[in-house]
């Protein structure tokens, strides 16, 4: 059972390229999440999705973009990149009615020079 | 402005001991927590949750208070042991048994359990 699975695990991108974080899920949950890690912080919110077709900005939209096509697949896009949008991405995903419990993916370590 | 909050980055207790890690939080609207591990270069774990009706929930070796008044809970783990050692995440949301979309992360703490 593989669970969320993200890929790149590691990218260095240079300062104005654009890239896709994969982010795939096998436990056919509704609910799916963008969350990045700054060193030091906590979790913060880039994108939502309740569904396929479905998507909605956290907290720290700017910069990204998603899709959810699929219940299985929510892409993370980063266009323009930016250097502060080094950081770790975890993707994560949850079923519907379950209280808060998220199912995370290893993380990509993205770092923009 | 941060509605979580983990006022201590960092933990170091003995095997065999308690581990208590605090959070706070400022928004009343929250009514259900989560702690949430992290081990390095892995994703975050859920460990445990309390909903606001209740002020303690167990698990094992792992418990959480829930003080409203205060707003404040705390994870305790006792006996504490090496494979312990990770960072802790406090988050908070907002709705209905925490049905709410968008959960609210702290810093973490990071515990280091010594043997």
């Known amino acids: 059972n593989a669970g969320v699975t993200q890929t790149p695990k590691f990218r260095i991108l240079k300062i104005g390229q654009s890239m896709t974080l994969q982010c795939t899920q096998d436990?056919?949950?509704?609910?799916m999440y963008w969350y990045r890690q700054d060193p030091g912080m906590g979790l913060k919110l880039i994108y939502y999705s309740v569904g396929a077709g479905i998507t909605d900005k956290g907290e720290v939209p700017n910069g990204y973009n998603v899709s959810r096509s699929t219940t299985e697949d929510f892409p993370l896009r980063l266009e323009l990149a930016a250097p502060s949008q080094t950081s770790v991405y975890f993707c994560a995903s949850r079923s519907q009615g379950n209280t808060g419990e998220l199912f995370f993916g290893e993380g990509s370590r993205l770092t923009v020079l | 402005d941060q509605q979580v909050k983990q006022n201590s980055p960092s933990l170091s207790v003995q095997e065999g001991r308690i581990s208590i890690l605090n959070c706070d939080y400022t928004?009343?609207?929250?009514?259900?927590f989560l702690w949430y591990k992290k081990y390095p270069a892995e994703g975050p774990t859920f460990l445990i949750s309390?909903?606001?009706?209740?002020d303690k929930n167990e698990d094992g070796r792992f418990t959480v208070f829930l003080n409203k008044s205060a707003k404040h809970l705390s994870l305790h783990i006792v006996p504490s042991q090496p494979g312990d050692s990770a960072v802790y995440f406090c988050a908070a949301s907002e709705g209905p048994q925490g049905g709410s979309e968008k959960l609210v992360f702290g810093k973490g703490t990071k515990l280091t359990v010594n043997p």
């Open positions: 436990m056919n949950h509704n609910y």
């Open positions: 309390i909903s606001s009706i209740k």
């Open positions: 928004n009343s609207m929250f009514d259900y």
